[in-house]
């Protein structure tokens, strides 16, 4: 979602410059968390390292980037949760009803009820008594 798409790269690898993954970077940072940046660099940044190890580069464009990006962990502002409203509520609810299925739209509704994120919710597991 955020590397594919974008155009510095869909150069060879050999092309794609310090630069290229600074500005891609920096961009991510402008409209998502720093832990989005976190997780994009590092997957970047293992491309880059196993082209190292195939022998296809000598150095890892990305290496230092995030310190150049990222202000330092103590610093950075956590953003405000922005939950639904109860109009977007019903109306995500209502089209999970039309789109879903009933499994689906059972996990839906309690992670809209419960303020789960996907992680959360993907991590619930049913207890059996007795267990």
């Avoid at 150095?59 to 962990?73: D, F, V």
Wanted: hydrophobic share 35%.
């Amino acid at each position: 979602m955020h590397i594919w798409p974008y155009d510095c790269f869909s150069k060879t690898i050999d092309d794609i410059s310090c630069n290229d993954i600074k500005d891609h970077l920096q961009k991510i940072f402008k409209k998502r968390s720093p832990a989005t940046v976190e997780a994009v660099h590092s997957v970047v940044s293992g491309i880059f390292e196993e082209a190292i190890d195939d022998q296809k580069l000598e150095t890892n464009p990305t290496r230092g980037l995030l310190k150049k990006i990222l202000p330092p962990k103590k610093k950075r502002d956590l953003k405000d949760p922005d939950p639904f409203t109860r109009e977007e509520r019903d109306l995500f609810l209502a089209l999970a009803e039309s789109t879903c299925s009933f499994k689906e739209q059972l996990i839906l509704k309690v992670m809209v009820h419960a303020g789960l994120r996907l992680g959360e919710a993907l991590a619930m597991r049913l207890k059996k008594p007795g267990c």
